[in-house]
């Protein structure tokens, strides 16, 4: 019996150094510490929750990453833009020179205009598909919670406007256009006007019989309207922002079909029952700012004329969306007038069709400051570039910051986890040899045992 007893204990020791050993070895082997939910339950579900946050951790950090790559490529196009601009306010001082021949005059005018041609193109640049320089926030995730920061937009193309146009008093103010000549039936008029604009924008009156060829009026009892020999042919209520006007006209003789748009969006057609444009000898030049009364000029336009564009085809209203709001460069097809008064030479044709506007009173002015346009303008612009540069630096240092914020705290968390979960190899060796040796030791134990049992047995009779 007490053989037996003896054995039992011994074999109870044994299977439960056994286990010690499995469970040891299972450690050491795969070194984590807990290789089942029953070695440590509540261990086990921290280190699952704090795996998530580590993982949520790690895609915040990736986004932070990301967006530092958007602020880094945002800096350089906006150092980029500073380098034009300085260019452009060097060369608008040079056009001043009076040792300057025209010739001269008229390289820097090239310079000057190619070099806003690719300010534009920068304005339009996208990371991933995604406009870097639009007045719309974005919005990055910036930490493992989904904390949503908003990045006010960059918007370079606000930053880099100069504004500058012809601006009329109202009064007596008006400009001729030499050499205008419109020679087919089909063409489009296209007029950037200034905030609060009024009265004639522009036209083409004949002399002998005072009657409108085309007469554009910015705001006639709050319509912009078109008028032709019987009158006011089309009429669409006027808009008080700074804005594209564009008309198209489709004459076939004896008629005329009219189309007129606002920033690009169409918003009235018309047609006139029996005008087309005519170039007769006794025509008035074309005219901004005023209509005739015979040979008197009246009704004189009170605002702000940024822009004119004539076209001798009829532009789709695709062409009029996609470039209404663009800069051209005054080669493009079928385009016979351009006046560009955000130019360092805003009295020229940017098409070389026509002569030099001729004015009556208008002032080159630049409509932000109400100031003479410019080389004062551009301490604005550099200004404005500063600024959207300190904001960008902003927002790389702080999302510098996030990033080592968030890679301490993956840091952290990975090494509580690692505290839960992984084996301690020191302490699992010296528990493993420990183990054996139990293990050992119990299966000599239990064969003693069972040797004594026996030789016990063999003396009862």
Request: charged share 20%; no cysteine; aromatic share 6%.
């Amino acid at each position: 019996m007490n053989g037996q007893i003896d054995s039992s204990s011994a074999l109870t020791n044994l299977q439960l150094a056994s286990r010690r050993l499995s469970v040891s070895l299972k450690r050491l082997s795969s070194g984590s510490r807990i290789t089942n939910p029953k070695d440590d339950a509540a261990g086990l579900a921290q280190s699952i929750k704090l795996n998530n946050q580590s993982t949520r951790i790690g895609a915040a950090i990736q986004n932070n990453q990301n967006l530092t790559s958007l602020l880094r490529t945002q800096d350089g196009i906006l150092a980029n833009a500073t380098k034009g601009v300085n260019r452009l306010s060097e060369l608008s001082v040079l056009a001043e020179d009076i040792t300057k021949s025209n010739e001269d005059k008229n390289n820097y005018k090239l310079e000057y205009d190619s070099i806003l041609q690719s300010l534009q193109d920068l304005t339009e640049k996208k990371f991933n598909k995604i406009n870097l320089f639009s007045s719309s926030s974005m919005y990055s995730i910036v930490d493992e919670k989904g904390t949503v920061r908003e990045l006010s937009g960059i918007d370079l193309t606000e930053a880099l406007k100069t504004t500058w146009g012809l601006k009329f008093d109202g009064v007596d103010d008006y400009a001729e256009i030499p050499d205008l000549n419109i020679s087919t039936d089909d063409y489009t008029i296209e007029i950037k006007l200034g905030p609060n604009s009024s009265g004639t924008a522009m036209g083409l009156m004949r002399s002998s019989s005072n009657t409108n060829q085309i007469l554009i009026d910015a705001n006639y009892i709050n319509n912009s309207e078109v008028w032709m020999s019987e009158g006011a042919v089309l009429s669409t209520p006027a808009l008080t922002d700074e804005h594209m006007l564009s008309i198209t006209a489709n004459g076939n003789g004896s008629t005329t079909s009219l189309i007129a748009y606002q920033n690009g969006a169409q918003v009235q057609a018309s047609t006139s029952s029996r005008s087309v444009l005519q170039n007769v000898a006794d025509n008035h030049p074309w005219v901004l700012g005023t209509d005739w009364d015979g040979n008197v000029p009246s009704d004189f336009f009170s605002g702000t004329i940024h822009e004119i564009r004539v076209w001798n085809h009829i532009r789709t209203a695709v062409e009029i969306e996609q470039n209404y709001n663009k800069r051209l460069t005054g080669f493009e097809d079928g385009l016979i007038g351009h006046w560009d008064f955000d130019s360092i030479s805003p009295l020229s044709d940017k098409t070389n069709g026509s002569e030099d506007i001729i004015l009556n009173g208008p002032i080159w002015t630049d409509s932000t400051s109400d100031e003479s346009a410019g080389a004062k303008s551009f301490k604005r612009i550099v200004e404005n570039l500063s600024e959207l540069r300190a904001i960008v630096g902003a927002r790389l240092t702080a999302t510098n910051n996030d990033i080592s914020l968030l890679q301490q705290l993956k840091e952290n968390l990975s090494s509580s986890v690692s505290k839960i979960m992984d084996t301690n190899i020191a302490e699992e060796a010296e528990q493993y040899a420990k183990s054996q040796i139990l293990n050992q030791s119990s299966i000599a134990m239990l064969s003693h045992a069972k040797i004594s049992s026996v030789n016990v047995m063999e003396l009862i009779p």
